[in-house]
């Protein structure tokens, strides 16, 4: 039980090496380390086929986050992190994800054999040694459609689409911490003067 942590990852494990909730969707090792950076194969698949979200394993409702980076969102684009709860997003973002939320915590190392992901799904930077992170956001949407995209090593890994954008939240890195950029309050619009042309006087007759 994590306790101190919200309810949606109060009953998830912890791992003893971090200290930190175990995504669902993550490896166990047989001594209850979590593999941060391991997906569970059965557990990916059962969340697609019911829809739950890959950090607590709640059922997800009309809404979906998914969280990439600016790339993620272009035409050709797509995001390599499942799933999950805006919420349990936030969390990740906020700190639950150090890959995520610290910018100068590079991802680990894959084990030989694990497939590693192309450039473009290479969420915010982090797999690649020396190589600065970008911006994360975070896409809410309405539902999402899973596929496969090629890796570096000639594989294959899951990748999913957005169906649907509600709105899109944006981060950026202050002070190796990751941030929520907030927009100000609309401008007011601008006042349009036309310029009309001076009127000549009448002459007086």
Known sequence: MTAGWPQALADRPVCPHRGLPIPFIAEVRPDGTGEFTVLDNKRAIECMQQRLCAMCGGPMGSEVALIGDRVSLEPDGFFIEPPVHEHCGELAVGGLCPFLSRERVPRRPVQPGTTVVGDRADLAGVGRPGKPKRPVIMAVCADYYPGLVPTD?????????????????????????LAEIVPGPPRPPARVI????????RSKR
């Open 153 to 177: 090593t000639g594989g294959e890994v899951i990748a999913y689409r957005p169906r649907g954008v509600l709105r899109v939240r944006r981060y950026a890195y202050v002070g190796d911490r």
């Open 194 to 201: 036309r310029q009309q042309p001076r009127r000549r006087p």
